[in-house]
């Protein structure tokens, strides 16, 4: 089966701090996605990645950055957490060229800034 | 850029009724897919359905079946013997064919099936 795991289910940080949200798949997909999902306003891309070592910005990267090191895992990076960044994030990912386009989502981290 | 509207933020449904989720969406592309995703408590989102714009058919897996219309941009959910489990948020979502395109989503939909 197909898994898209992050490595927190919960987190708690203090504003100013740096944090780092990781996500790896075991699917070997060539595309990894950030999202961060807010109450009425849905699921918003922040960052995306075709390639190793390549980025491309979503709707909303500004405060974040992205690391993508290695096929496998995905990097979202907060370089100085702010409190207007509490919120779900959600990563997935999907096979380039696949026949039937979907993505696979991991089960989120809820970020709390304080 | 494409959007996706979903103008019904709350629904609630008796079990074993059907209930019908409305998604609309913008774009000049005229291939892409169209999804119906599920967000129970859990948090982990499931797939629901999937539609191929260039398919005239209306997609339906099991209880769930889809009312595409590619030219008034509309493209509801409709889920029939509504089940408790079906609780959870639907979020409609688009994503232009080809390679490397991302998945844009709308605001959700909560729906809550009564016992």
């Known amino acids: 089966d197909v898994k898209v795991t992050q490595s927190s289910r919960y987190l708690v940080k203090r504003t100013g701090e740096k944090v780092f949200l990781e996500c790896v798949q075991d699917m070997d997909h060539e595309n990894m996605f950030w999202y961060r999902q807010d109450p009425g306003l849905g699921l918003r891309l922040i960052y995306f990645s075709y390639d190793v070592k390549m980025k491309e910005k979503g709707d909303i990267p500004e405060g974040y950055s992205v690391s993508r090191e290695k096929k496998e895992r995905f990097s979202l990076i907060l370089e100085s957490a702010s409190t207007n960044q509490t919120s779900m994030y959600l990563c997935a990912s999907s096979p380039r060229g696949q026949k039937d386009e979907k993505l696979f989502f991991g089960s989120g981290t809820q970020l709390s800034v304080l | 850029a494409q959007t996706v509207t979903q103008s019904q933020p709350e629904m609630s449904v008796q079990e074993a009724e059907t209930v019908t989720l409305s998604c609309t969406y913008d774009?000049?592309?005229?291939?892409?897919?169209l999804f119906w995703y599920k967000q129970p408590p859990s948090r982990q989102m499931i797939l629901v359905i999937r539609?191929?714009?260039?398919?005239?058919q209306n997609a339906t897996e099991n209880r769930f079946s889809v009312n595409f219309q590619k030219a008034a941009k509309s493209f509801s959910l409709k889920i029939s013997d509504s089940q408790l489990g079906d609780t959870a948020m639907y979020f409609c979502?688009?994503?232009?064919?080809?390679?490397?395109?991302?998945?844009?989503f709308g605001a959700g939909t909560r729906l809550t099936v009564k016992p």
């Open positions: 979502a688009f994503m232009k064919h080809g390679n490397n395109n991302d998945m844009r």
């Open positions: 774009t000049s592309e005229n291939n892409y897919y």
């Open positions: 539609q191929e714009a260039y398919k005239q």
